[in-house]
């Protein structure tokens, strides 16, 4: 059957797509979250951007494509409520764990959530592998002191003062146990820089480090503000979180046999 013309074209509009990028995703779709038909796979789509598939099509689709959705913890709109004032607000559900909630946000404020939670996993792993990559490779050519040996002084004032302020509030969680999860894209640049004869085999240049490291400091700093992120700032995340992941594929025996 024929994917609803109108919903195609809400969907469209929303996504700011060609029908050819459309159906990308619906393949994406059908491999990740499959089986399903290439209808369902749109219909899908359509669902998790908010557009209510009641207004177009029956009810028992709308009931097949709900059926679909991952039971993980990937937030959600449930369904929208409109205030006393005129405006749309949105009730959510972040999972299955958590009762849906009316926290007074817009729809387009909670479009902006989805395409974020897209984001912030891709954010988390690209930093927090640098780091896990620049202990390793220190580590095991200097010992368990290399920070003390082989930082600058500035670097290890700067964390200094982050770890001393997070003492101050010992009923937040702590970042880690290690210097180097307290270390911004300032700081791991430094550590690079002043060790580049031991990164220099696993960087393909200084300048392809730190420019990725500068463009990805203002998105980082915007994701840890809850604020919604440039289309092209997205896709800067999604290019550099790619070229990261295929650069450890390439140099993993490397990094795994240094001593």
């Given at each position: 059957m024929a994917t609803n013309r109108k919903i195609r074209a809400e969907l469209l509009k929303?996504?700011?797509?060609?029908?050819?990028?459309?159906?990308?995703?619906?393949?994406?779709?059908?491999?990740?979250?499959?089986?399903?038909?290439?209808?369902?796979?749109?219909?899908?789509?359509?669902?998790?951007?908010?557009?209510?598939?009641?207004?177009?099509?029956?009810k028992s689709i709308v009931d097949r494509v709900r059926a679909l959705m991952p039971q993980g913890g990937r937030a959600r709109e449930s369904h929208v409520k409109v205030k006393n004032s005129g405006e749309r607000t949105v009730i959510i559900r972040i999972n299955p764990?958590?009762?849906?909630?009316?926290?007074?946000?817009?729809?387009?404020?909670?479009?902006?959530m989805k395409k974020m939670t897209q984001l912030y996993p891709l954010q988390y792993i690209l930093e927090n592998s640098l780091r896990v990559v620049i202990k390793r490779v220190l580590e095991k050519k200097y010992g368990a002191g290399w920070w003390e040996t082989?930082?600058?002084?500035?670097?290890?004032?700067?964390?200094?003062?982050?770890?001393?302020?997070?003492?101050?509030?010992p009923w937040h969680g702590k970042r880690g146990q290690?210097?180097?999860?307290?270390?911004?894209?300032?700081?791991?640049?430094?550590?690079?820089?002043?060790?580049?004869?031991?990164?220099?085999?696993?960087f393909p240049s200084q300048q392809w480090i730190f420019q990725k490291l500068d463009e990805l400091e203002h998105p980082r700093n915007v994701i840890a503000h809850n604020n919604p992120l440039s289309e092209d700032d997205r896709k800067r995340i999604e290019l550099y979180f790619s070229d990261w992941i295929k650069?450890?594929?390439q140099k993993m025996k490397l990094i795994q046999d240094i001593n």
């Open positions: 929303r996504l700011r797509c060609s029908r050819q990028a459309l159906s990308q995703r619906a393949k994406v779709i059908k491999t990740n979250e499959g089986p399903m038909s290439t209808e369902d796979a749109i219909y899908l789509i359509a669902h998790k951007e908010g557009i209510d598939l009641s207004k177009y099509v029956d764990n958590i009762p849906e909630v009316d926290a007074m946000l817009s729809t387009s404020l909670v479009e902006d082989r930082v600058k002084k500035e670097t290890k004032e700067n964390v200094k003062g982050r770890r001393e302020k997070e003492a101050k509030t290690h210097e180097i999860y307290y270390s911004d894209f300032s700081d791991l640049k430094n550590i690079i820089f002043k060790n580049w004869g031991d990164f220099k085999n696993i650069l450890l594929k």
